[in-house]
């Protein structure tokens, strides 16, 4: 499976739309982009996923570049609930378990 | 509706002592994960249960580790002869299909603290 690049941590100010890039410039042709966020001393929850498109929920949305080696995750509105560690991770869809595998993810905080 | 629970919250023993993990997925959801998260480790995965069986043990860190599950729901996590690198979260997951294009919902963890 394809490895995943993040930074380390960021901040953003409440109120403004946090971007989140993750650089993934192995990816094969069959392999998604998913995001899930981690709020302190919670388990992981989902947030969004994709193969070429950007997609969008009420949640996010996901940008992922033409030559799918990057993409970036955007919270438009970013809130004090949104501080979490957010993992992008990059996987094969078909014949897969659907196990996860966690790189170290990027530490956002958002501050007032 | 009810998420994924997990007991016990939090565990304290004593090195070389067995413990018993539980996992209640959310009703219905076929596939079970475990994953453990420790401080120099981040998240790994552990198993992987697909209604009662387990095609993938791969991240089971050792022979003391083993899991099972009942009647496609409730899955025990068991460690025998803890070691204090055992000590960490244990985080179960269910989705109601396997594969990744189902979300895996996470239950809130046992931290585990072997002395």
């Known amino acids: 499976d394809a490895k995943t690049t993040q930074p380390t941590s960021m901040d953003c100010a409440e109120g403004r739309a946090a971007n989140l890039p993750c650089n993934h410039s192995?990816?094969?042709?069959?392999?998604?982009v998913y995001w899930y966020r981690q709020i302190h001393s919670q388990g992981p929850q989902y947030i969004i996923h994709?193969?070429?498109n950007n997609e969008t929920n009420e949640m996010a949305s996901l940008i992922i570049t033409e030559d799918r080696k990057s993409s970036t995750l955007i919270l438009p509105h970013a809130t004090l609930r949104d501080t979490a560690v957010y993992y992008c991770i990059v996987r094969v869809e078909a014949g897969n378990t659907g196990k996860l595998i966690f790189g170290q993810g990027t530490t956002l905080q958002v501050k007032p | 509706g009810a998420g994924v629970s997990q007991s016990p919250s939090n565990k304290v023993t004593e090195k070389g002592k067995d413990v018993e993990l539980r996992c209640d997925p959310i009703s219905g959801h076929t596939a079970l994960y475990w994953y453990r998260q420790s401080l120099g480790q981040g998240l790994e995965f552990l198993i992987y249960?697909?209604?009662?069986?387990?095609?993938?043990k791969s991240g089971l860190p050792s022979d003391r580790f083993s899991a099972e599950r009942t009647g496609g729901s409730v899955s025990t996590l068991t460690i025998q002869r803890t070691q204090q690198e055992d000590s960490a979260v244990y985080l179960c997951a269910s989705s109601s299909q396997w594969g990744l294009n189902y979300e895996q919902y996470f239950g809130p963890g046992t931290r585990l603290t072997v002395t």
């Open positions: 192995t990816i094969s042709g069959n392999e998604y």
């Open positions: 249960f697909q209604g009662n069986s387990a095609p993938d």
């Open positions: 994709g193969l070429k």
